[in-house]
């Protein structure tokens, strides 16, 4: 039986984790004032690989023997963060970042709906239903056709389904495959992406801001990976998951005291509508599975 000191301690990460991300994100998108995308990813992965192989040689880990199977569920893993990253990145610079943050808090949803398509994971109809809701609720932030609509939350929509890819090839991972292994091999990928890119891009030149924001921002991203792995470890996933909606505020605050950009009451609707949907589905997964096991005891 998990302790409640876990779940806390497993909550506390999760919302640290979400902290970390959210600041790096808003560090990101300061940056990309002066540089270029391709460049950004450049600089910043070169710094965070070699902040993850420091670790990963720490832990043995930086040079593991694995079979084929695993090193084809890796290319699709690394396609999906790949995709992600160039899709979030680019929607980020051109929208705000509560916007961008709020539709990608739509991610459990639709990694629950896939589950269920590709995987034949069992899912009944409320949670259909909260995930039809939730999608509306991405809906009513893009708002598609309306005046407000910004196309670059198009690019935030298809960074959720490259997340999707992402989550859903790292259940068939093996689980000998070592967590900053990952890691370091999806920060080494995202960083040569960066680096092919940037031949066919102008090279802007880089100042001591722009490196100590980077150098920042490498430095929480490498946080924010290890507190996500530790948090799937502690604690219950049906009472650590929500507070990943913790990164909505953060992204709220920051959005407001960094860009002046206050969300819109249509934002905050969407956003509210989202997180309602998710937390409901993590209560329903539970209350299922505990269905289960007192079924099969």
Request: with cysteine; glycine share 8%; proline share 3%.
């Amino acid at each position: 039986m998990v302790k409640d000191s876990d779940n806390f301690r497993g909550a506390a990460l999760m919302a640290a984790s979400m902290a970390f991300f959210v600041i790096n994100d808003s560090l990101v998108k300061l940056v990309s004032e002066n540089l270029g995308l391709f460049q950004i990813i450049l600089l910043r992965g070169l710094m965070a690989s070699a902040l993850l192989a420091l670790v990963a040689m720490k832990r043995k880990s930086i040079f593991p023997i694995l079979n084929r199977p695993d090193w084809k569920v890796l290319a699709f893993r690394l396609t999906g963060e790949v995709g992600a990253t160039l899709c979030y990145l680019t929607a980020l610079f051109n929208i705000p970042l509560a916007n961008a943050t709020a539709i990608l808090a739509a991610l459990p949803l639709a990694v629950t709906l896939a589950a269920a398509v590709f995987m034949g994971e069992p899912v009944g109809w409320r949670r259909y239903l909260a995930i039809l809701v939730g999608f509306a609720g991405v809906l009513i932030i893009v708002r598609p056709g309306a005046e407000g609509f910004n196309a670059y939350s198009i690019w935030a929509l298809a960074a959720v389904a490259f997340v999707v890819l992402r989550d859903l090839s790292t259940r068939h991972l093996s689980a000998h495959v070592s967590s900053i292994f990952v890691s370091l091999l999806t920060s080494v990928a995202i960083t040569l992406t960066g680096g092919v890119m940037t031949m066919f891009t102008v090279w802007e030149p880089v100042g001591t801001n722009e490196f100590r924001l980077l150098a920042a921002a490498a430095t929480l991203m490498v946080f924010a990976y290890l507190t996500s792995v530790m948090t799937m470890r502690v604690g219950e996933i049906s009472f650590v998951s929500p507070f990943r909606y913790t990164a909505l505020i953060w992204a709220i605050g920051l959005g407001v005291v960094i860009f002046g950009d206050a969300p819109d009451s249509w934002t905050l609707l969407g956003s509210g509508i989202i997180v309602s949907m998710g937390i409901y589905t993590f209560y329903r997964e539970k209350k299922i599975k505990k269905l289960e096991q007192s079924v099969s005891s």
